[in-house]
């Protein structure tokens, strides 16, 4: 497993230097061949760098830029936008350009009312400068000489010699709304990715497209596993057949080793009363996250017939399932024996999103979480923590992903900050020492990362990367010192004395949304055998062979496997097309000659014809292969 050196943090840094001098060099190229241009903000981002412009009607000079609008998908026509992503060819010769120069970049700090002077005909550095102001923060510019001038604190290299030459892409334009407000006007966005060499660069390119093939929405289209539609409602997932089946194949598997692992499933509502929520504490910290109260004092038909209501009541849909187990932990009073409890439950949240942050499977509104709780003494936290740990390394190889390239972060407390924590110094202390220790000899290279601790405890993040080298948040391990507080969690201790319990959240895939759209990417479609929806797909070669892949179909059946058949008039040709487009693992080719010698005629993904077994040997051969990578 990864873990950042020092010399990997000075080569980012380098990198981000190059990357925001980048985007000053955009800016100055837009402004070049549109000087009426009004410049918003050009950051450093993952991978690149982007810089927001509004382009006026007659802001672009007569040098031979197209002026087409706007136009792809999702990128809004921002008034008088004479920009298009075939525009970006030439904006990058004319960065390249300057980067020939070997221009400096100089910082100088400056007062307000030369800021206002330079920037005089820019009205969003302006409105920058002011707040910089009202704040009593230093002002800086970064001075390119006569090439550009712009608001910026930094950093940014010294010289454009030390950017690469060919090391960087223009890549995309998109609409973005002035500091994130839809009150605010909406300016065009110029995406770029830049890197330390060409090769860099090109490697990146490659998993960009990739990325573009296994991109998730789409091959939940093409194979028919998911969607989401507007009436019913944005962010919330329509399973289709197939996609449900992988669902459940997943949840099947989840259940049956958590039960292995010693876990007790429980199930709890998908709504809550208010006085829950406010004893949890959400009422009050996590409402810009949850959906406003549902009134259960009248029906719909009394409400909208105004009738008043006699009672109310007002219930929310559950961001999170943790209050109700602590309540079924305090439905009986506990006695020290008992311990460790662990209860376990796939159960749906609803959590607000803002709509244009909703993306796939990955950013919904309604989410299953793999959620569990594991209440516990003190001196049983050490060999708990081990398990999960253990635990969630057997699901990650089970499913595929290598565990030696997975990221850990220990997130711990800022201990400057005395307000924003829950529990004590003595309870943080504590817990942040077992969890560096568990890690450790656990033989887990985890990073430390001050201040990303939740306000009520410390915990270990688990990310995993795809085939891409991208990384996916999926499993925690955290604890808890604000539920047990609030719901005052007691138990019986072996003195006879009441004793808080400790409380562990913990969540292995996070959230089955996510996880199986990381699977799709993962595997391109491509599922393991175990994993995929359907497993076989029986083609025959005529309708007279129609009832000799039935019967195979249904021996199949019998031993649990996940077939179908194509009874379709398409020729055999089309048939094999079309079914390995749906990248099923297995397809059976039967005619006039399987049917005689009693056998099936075999092509496997990824290999071609293997060619004709038994039904026998077939069975023999899935048999082998139909399990986890556990």
């Known amino acids: 497993m990864s873990k950042q050196t020092n010399s990997e943090e000075l080569k980012q840094a380098s990198i981000d230097k190059a990357r925001?001098?980048?985007?000053?060099?955009?800016?100055?190229?837009?402004?070049?061949?549109?000087?009426?241009?009004?410049?918003?903000?050009g950051p450093t981002i993952e991978n690149g760098f982007y810089y927001d412009f509004l382009f006026s009607a007659d802001s672009a000079d007569k040098s031979g830029l197209r002026g087409q609008k706007i136009s792809q998908r999702g990128q809004p026509k921002s008034a008088g936008s004479a920009i298009g992503e075939l525009d970006l060819p030439m904006l990058e010769k004319e960065m390249r350009s300057f980067i020939n120069k070997r221009i400096d970049f100089k910082s100088e700090k400056i007062t307000p009312l030369k800021a206002k002077k330079i920037f005089s005909n820019q009205k969003f550095k302006l409105e920058l400068i002011k707040e910089l102001q009202k704040e009593k923060a230093p002002i800086h510019i970064y001075d390119t000489g006569d090439i550009f001038t712009d608001l910026c604190k930094g950093p940014h290299v010294k010289n454009t010699k030390e950017i690469g030459f060919d090391s960087f892409k223009l890549t995309h334009i998109a609409g973005a709304y002035w500091k994130g407000s839809e009150k605010n006007p909406m300016l065009t966005r110029i995406y770029g990715i830049a890197f330390d060499s060409k090769k860099e660069l090109k490697d990146y390119l490659h998993l960009l497209e990739e990325a573009k093939k296994r991109d998730h929405r789409k091959l939940g289209k093409e194979l028919d596993l998911f969607h989401i539609d507007e009436k019913v409602g944005l962010g919330l997932p329509l399973w289709h057949p197939k996609g449900a089946i992988l669902w459940r194949i997943i949840e099947a598997f989840w259940y049956k080793e958590h039960l292995k692992n010693g876990y007790d499933l429980v199930r709890s509502p998908h709504i809550g009363h208010r006085n829950l929520w406010e004893t949890s504490g959400h009422w009050g910290f996590y409402s810009s996250s949850m959906y406003p109260p549902l009134e259960a004092g009248q029906t719909l038909e009394e409400k909208k017939n105004k009738k008043k209501a006699e009672t109310s009541e007002?219930?929310?849909?559950?961001?999170?399932?943790?209050?109700?187990?602590?309540?079924?932990?305090?439905?009986?009073?506990?006695?020290?024996?008992?311990?460790?409890?662990?209860?376990?439950?796939?159960?749906?949240?609803?959590?607000?999103?803002?709509?244009?942050?909703?993306?796939?499977?990955?950013?919904?509104?309604?989410?299953?979480?793999?959620?569990?709780?594991?209440?516990?003494?003190?001196?049983?936290?050490?060999?708990?923590?081990?398990?999960?740990?253990?635990?969630?390394?057997?699901?990650?190889?089970?499913?595929?992903?290598?565990?030696?390239?997975?990221?850990?972060?220990?997130?711990?407390?800022?201990?400057?900050?005395?307000?924003?924590?829950?529990?004590?110094?003595?309870?943080?202390?504590?817990?942040?020492?077992?969890?560096?220790?568990?890690?450790?000899?656990?033989?887990?290279?985890?990073?430390?990362?001050?201040?990303?601790?939740?306000?009520?405890?410390?915990?270990?993040?688990?990310?995993?990367?795809?085939?891409?080298?991208?990384?996916?948040?999926c499993s925690t391990l955290q604890f808890d010192f604000n539920l047990p507080k609030r719901f005052d969690m007691t138990f019986i201790n072996n003195k006879g004395e009441n004793e808080r319990p400790y409380v562990l959240h913990r969540a292995l895939f996070g959230s089955f949304e996510r996880f199986i759209g990381l699977l799709i990417e993962h595997y391109e479609g491509k599922f393991p055998l175990w994993l995929s929806p359907t497993q076989i797909m029986i083609l025959p070669i005529s309708e007279n062979i129609n009832d000799y892949a039935q019967s195979i179909q249904k021996q199949l059946f019998e031993k649990e496997y996940r077939?179908?058949?194509?009874?379709?008039?398409?020729?055999?040709?089309?048939?094999?097309?079309e079914a390995e487009m749906k990248k099923y693992p297995y397809i059976l080719i039967v005619g006039e000659k399987e049917e005689k010698n009693k056998t099936v005629n075999i092509r496997q993904r990824g290999i071609g014809t293997i060619g004709e077994m038994s039904t026998k040997e077939l069975i023999e051969k899935l048999d082998s292969e139909n399990k986890p990578n556990n």
């Open 314 to 473: 007002e219930y929310l849909l559950k961001p999170m399932n943790c209050p109700f187990h602590i309540q079924i932990y305090k439905n009986t009073p506990k006695s020290y024996r008992e311990f460790p409890f662990r209860w376990a439950e796939c159960g749906t949240v609803y959590r607000f999103e803002k709509k244009g942050e909703l993306s796939g499977l990955t950013r919904v509104r309604g989410f299953t979480q793999d959620d569990a709780h594991i209440i516990c003494r003190q001196d049983q936290l050490e060999d708990e923590l081990k398990k999960v740990i253990d635990f969630i390394l057997f699901m990650f190889k089970s499913f595929g992903f290598d565990i030696n390239s997975i990221n850990v972060y220990l997130s711990l407390r800022d201990p400057k900050d005395k307000v924003k924590y829950a529990g004590n110094d003595k309870g943080w202390i504590f817990t942040e020492k077992i969890l560096r220790k568990v890690a450790k000899e656990k033989k887990l290279e985890f990073k430390e990362e001050i201040g990303e601790a939740a306000f009520y405890g410390p915990k270990l993040d688990f990310k995993i990367k795809d085939v891409l080298g991208r990384e996916w948040q």
């Open 20 to 41: 925001h001098s980048l985007a000053h060099l955009l800016a100055a190229a837009v402004l070049k061949k549109y000087p009426k241009t009004k410049l918003g903000i």
């Open 563 to 577: 077939v179908e058949i194509d009874l379709s008039n398409n020729t055999i040709g089309k048939k094999i097309r």
